[in-house]
């Protein structure tokens, strides 16, 4: 959920790091630091809290000059956002840790470490490893041998960037449960959390796997796999230019992710659609002979992916006639379900890194359930490699903390399942035509959709003073609702709930008045008339009103209602269409109310530990 970087090079890397740092802002932190060895082999170190803006200011103060460093960005788990617990750790000045993760026996660690003499100046769990490192260096190990000895010793998540005045010329990089990624330069080598950290640098990566241990120096570098044996890991060169994560002309990334959706869904059709029909290939080599195989499907989600799960389950049930679930990652994995035969695993990620997706993937595969299949953004990620198939979203470089772009994409990926699976249960090959000409058209449904913004930022500030708002949807309407809930809630902090609007009468009725905004999303089909009579009821009592509706739904504002009409949309695409007003009315909500909408407070981009 932080971030790392690190180089070992032959020029001044401190300004590497800070760009590195400012490019991985968007995962969440709350303080940050850097640790350079200079010239004379001296480890120095500056960390603040805040944003990167603080740090980069402390270091025109004082600045760093060295050819190795690391530097990190720390999302707080253990510990306030403080200086004292802001990375790089250092102990006795002779080792300096950056960590990713969560080491779960610290207390344990820290217990003996006290022991054995040393002192504690922060809260992290952190600490104890850079402590553990130089108990190993004291015994007379190496940097390599230390790191390693070090790693054993620890439970939990982490990704290690380790440098140490005894041994300059060396930096070393390990990895369990959370991403590392290192880049290869003409000479030199960097690390970090995420490729885009590192754009500006290289374009060659090579991605540790699990256990990986790497050894890096400015003659070459060596990566160790668990079991401490050398290991050839893919060198890979991504197609991401530096530029391609920039903000451009708009003010927030995130708006400018809400207005990319009609590129990205077009890129995500590219090459899987073939004249009436969908391609099964895009799954994977062997999609076909897998897919044959399936009974069910069990999705595994987190957050706004679990709210695609939710629109999934109903195409597969009523476009493909196959039976699904859907359930919360962090749930899944600590419950005990009931293994069905062939059930298709689907996990759905932005990341690909999100820690409780994949530990729901690994106990779905011990418990013996049927073959996994990601629908990811990111190619590279642990999700891709570990998944049996794979259908990447190609939504791009999602910045904003708030997904937008990926959460319509996922949703194209789940419809381009639900109609390779039911070509073998219900789904005919006239419908299949439809759903593919309905497909073809989003991206010019989504377009007219935006076409509303001004309309939306209009209506906006009337949320400028609320505290609560009630989102409603029937149908698969109601995950869209979730989402639009969700967003809300994410970046303007309007605490904002969803229901099905059948449920208004069994609970939620009770909070309807005037202060209480409620926001529905009315498409053109068979509910829409039971719709209406709920709205009736909110109006009954006095609530105001937002409705998102289909120009044909044959509403119209009154006093208590305003309704915004969408251009008509198919209605199996429907719940994609209707996503994009309540992103951006959540968006003129967050701006009106000056808050952070790139970077909402306590929330990060890619949810790597548990």
Known sequence: MCGIVAAI?????????????????YRGYDSAGMAILDGDSELHRIRTTGKVAELASAFDVAPLQGTVGIAHTRWATHGKPTEN???????????????????????????????????????????????????????????????RHACGDLQGAFALGIISPSEPGRLIAARRGSPLVIGIGIGEYFIASDVAALLPVTQRFVFLEDGDIAD???VGMVIYDSTGKPAERAETRSELTADAVERGEYRHYMLKEIYEQPRAIADTLEGRLYQDKVLEA???VDAGGVFDQVQGVHIIACGTSFHAGLIGRYWMESIAGIPCSVE????????????????????????????????????????????????????????????DLVLMTRAGPEIGVA???????????????????GRRFSLDEETERELVRQLRHLPREIEDVLALDEKIEHLSERFADKHHALFLGRGAQYPVAMEGALKLKEISYIHAEAYPAGELKHGPLALVDASMPIIAVAPNNELLEKLKSNLQEVSARGGEML????????????????????????????????TIPLQLLAYHVAVLKGTDVDQPRNLAKSVTVE
């Open 9 to 25: 090079a032959q020029r001044e890397v401190a300004p590497i790091l800070l760009e590195g740092l400012r490019r991985l802002e």
């Open 85 to 147: 617990n802001a990375h790089p750790h250092i102990c006795r000045d002779r080792v300096a840790v950056v960590h990713n993760g969560i080491i779960e026996n610290h207390e344990t660690l820290r217990a003996h470490q006290q022991q054995l003499g040393f002192d504690f100046s922060s809260e992290t769990d952190t600490e104890v490893i850079v402590h553990q490192v130089y108990h190993y260096l004291d015994q007379g190990d190496n940097l390599l041998e230390a790191v």
């Open 216 to 218: 890096l120096s400015s």
């Open 282 to 284: 895009a799954f994977g």
């Open 328 to 387: 919360v990652a962090s749930e899944f994995r600590y419950r005990k379900p009931v293994v069905r035969n062939n059930s298709l695993i689907v996990t759905i990620s932005q990341s690909g890194e999100t820690a409780d997706t994949l530990a729901g993937l690994m106990e779905a595969r011990r418990l013996g359930f049927g073959k996994s299949l990601t629908i990811c953004n990111v190619p590279e990620s642990s999700l891709t490699r570990e998944s």
């Open 403 to 421: 997904s937008t772009k990926a959460f319509t994409t996922q949703l194209v990926g789940l419809m381009l399942l639900t109609i390779v699976l």
């Open 547 to 578: 409705v998102f509706a289909d120009e044909n739904a044959g509403m119209s504002s009154d006093e208590t209602s305003t309704v915004l009409p969408v251009a008509p949309s198919e209605d199996c695409t429907a719940p994609i269409v209707f």
